[in-house]
């Protein structure tokens, strides 16, 4: 007998789409809820997305950290979204996870998420970058999108709408770099993107 599928998971998070995001940030999708230390988009605490935005906004990459509480400062990471035009989601609406656990590697697209959908309600959303292999691979998929080199992007048209499309490197601690290095592929497309604060 062949064993029976993991059971679909739908998204557990609503989009964020604030008003004039810039930005659309793609991930894959979220981990286990066991895994969450707040409840919002990069919950693990061993991701480090938090910590690279920490690093590249506010110079410090414990910014949204509380490290007493063994999570990260959600409300501050909402506000600081807000603050920079910062949309986030991911790319799968819909999953089985293969193996029960947070890897994009076991992770079986069940609904991949409508992007143009949300880009309706980002009338001032210039681009979007995919943060992993497999949100990047999902996007593709669905649009028929070339896959940039990663902390490069190309051109991407969706519903005749042009906007950039960026590949950062994973936020995953499995992905082999520090977080100071990757933070420097983020930082260099914030500014193309004239997304970060002018310096005094």
Not at 17 to 27: C, K, N
Not at 90 to 117: C, H, M, W, Y
Not at 128 to 153: F, I, M, N
Request: charged fraction near 25%; aromatic fraction near 10%; glycine fraction near 4%.
């Amino acid at each position: 007998m062949t064993a029976p599928l993991p059971i679909a998971e739908p998204h557990p998070l609503p989009p964020f789409l604030p008003e004039r995001a810039r930005l659309l940030m793609l991930g894959s999708f979220p981990p286990p809820r066991k895994r969450w230390s707040i409840d919002f988009f990069y919950p693990n605490l061993q991701n480090d997305m938090w910590r690279i935005l920490g690093y590249v906004f506010c110079g410090d990459k414990n910014c949204f950290v509380d490290e007493a509480a063994k999570r990260f400062r959600q409300d501050e990471i909402i506000a600081f979204a807000k603050r920079v035009g910062l949309a986030l989601y991911d790319t799968a609406s819909v999953v089985r996870r293969l193996q029960g656990n947070a890897s994009d590697k076991f992770l079986d697209v069940v609904e991949p998420t409508d992007i143009a959908s949300l880009l309706r309600e980002l009338p001032d959303c210039r681009a979007v970058v995919t943060t992993g292999q497999k949100a990047t691979d999902t996007l593709c998929d669905r649009y028929g999108a070339t896959p940039p080199a990663v902390g490069q992007s190309v051109a991407l048209t969706i519903e005749g709408r042009s906007l950039r499309f960026y590949r950062m490197p994973s936020s995953s601690r499995a992905y082999p770099m520090k977080v100071e290095r990757k933070a420097e592929y983020y930082r260099k497309m914030f500014e193309e993107l004239g997304m970060l604060p002018a310096q005094p």
